[in-house]
């Protein structure tokens, strides 16, 4: 997956904001970024301070830009820029001291066109790094929410990678029926430019009316509008997960389609479901997890987990820029 996605940047190089630019891990996976040449570096914080950490890990970024929120020259331009986009919630005055946090700062950067994408999470919580996108990049024409996916990686004796995306595990706490609609459209998408040809299942306890409660509707009526909207992508539900995973179980169930036991692409009713479901294909299937990856945003930004290491780092930057 990653040669794919790393060849198309050799053809387009794109340049990605790091905002926790002291980060020992940022510098690590920095300074390979800069060595490989495919992906440029942002970092944010005081030059000093950055090189400092840098020479004590012992990592050489030397050809790395590295802007500093206290020097920067457009800062007023910046505030004013921020000012608009916040539309009367924050004042100037709101504004300039939000700047002056790496998280707020390197969004903008984005939303102005100086960087491509962001990748922030490795000291921040997924709240305070996807907030500032929310605000300031805002979801794209035509959507309503921005949602999130993990796509999950497992090698096979064959030497083919087994690749899944599950979604909204991090964003959306109890998605409604719209909000599954879109999640399912956001995913199928970014599956796509994983490789995989998604067959999309929509998950519950139960499969076709074995159980009943609100949610097992839920789950239902938003397999069958994501059916309409999506008619040339292989889409069934509500089905439990065996049924979507296994073809024998997909065979007791009668789930006769080309989803049941051949999904690769799992919508989960909730954010509990959704982000234990993928903790256990990583931790006990022995997937790596690659994510969340933010969906529905005029540009990549996306979370790190603040327990990554370097090589996550390095990985999560090329999948970002993947998607610019
Ligand atoms: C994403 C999240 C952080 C937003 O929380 P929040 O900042 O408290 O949300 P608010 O309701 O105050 O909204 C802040 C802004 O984001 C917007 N927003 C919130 N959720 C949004 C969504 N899913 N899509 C688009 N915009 C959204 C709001 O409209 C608001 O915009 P405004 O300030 O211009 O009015 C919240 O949904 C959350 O905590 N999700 C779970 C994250 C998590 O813990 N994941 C598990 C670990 S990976």
């Known amino acids: 997956m990653f040669k794919k996605l790393i060849s198309s940047l050799k053809q387009n190089p794109r340049t990605i904001v790091f905002p926790e630019g002291t980060d020992p891990r940022i510098l690590e996976a920095g300074s390979r970024l800069l060595a490989a040449t495919f992906l440029k570096p942002i970092l944010i914080g005081s030059e000093d301070e950055i090189y400092a950490a840098a020479e004590e ?3 050489n970024i030397r050809g790395a830009t590295i802007i500093d929120p206290e020097r920067y020259d457009k800062m007023d331009e910046m505030v004013e820029e921020m000012f608009k986009l916040r539309k009367g919630k924050m004042s100037e005055d709101e504004c300039r001291a939000a700047l002056k946090k790496s998280n707020y700062f390197g969004t903008m950067l984005v939303h102005m066109g100086v960087a491509d994408c962001l990748l922030g999470g490795a000291t921040y919580s997924t709240a305070d790094t996807i907030r500032p996108a929310l605000q300031l990049v805002k979801t794209k024409p035509g959507n309503n929410i921005v949602s999130s996916c993990f796509i ?32 399912a459209s956001e995913t199928v998408k970014c599956a796509r430019v994983f490789g995989i040809d998604p067959k999309v299942a929509f998950l519950s306890y139960s499969t076709k009316g074995s159980g009943k409660g609100d949610t097992v509707t839920k789950m239902r009526n938003a397999c069958q509008r994501a059916k309409t909207l999506m008619p040339d992508v292989p889409i069934d539900g509500e089905m439990q997960f ?83």
Request: glycine share 10%; proline share 5%.
């Open 57 to 59: 890990a012992g990592f």
């Open 152 to 183: 999950l990686v497992r090698g096979s004796a064959t030497g083919e990678n087994e690749v899944l995306a599950m979604a909204d595990c991090a964003v959306n706490i109890e998605p409604n029926e719209d909000e599954l609609v879109e999640i």
């Open 242 to 324: 065996d049924a979507a995973s296994s073809p024998v179980v997909a065979r007791t169930k009668h789930l006769d389609g080309p989803v049941g036991g051949h999904a690769n692409t799992f919508i989960f009713p909730d954010i509990n479901a959704g982000n234990i479901g993928y903790k256990i294909a990583q931790r006990l299937g022995n997937f790596d997890a690659y994510g969340p990856i933010l969906l529905g945003l005029n540009a990549p930004i996306n979370d790190l987990s603040r327990g990554c290491n370097a090589f996550e780092v390095y990985s999560m930057a090329i999948i970002t820029a993947a998607l610019a």
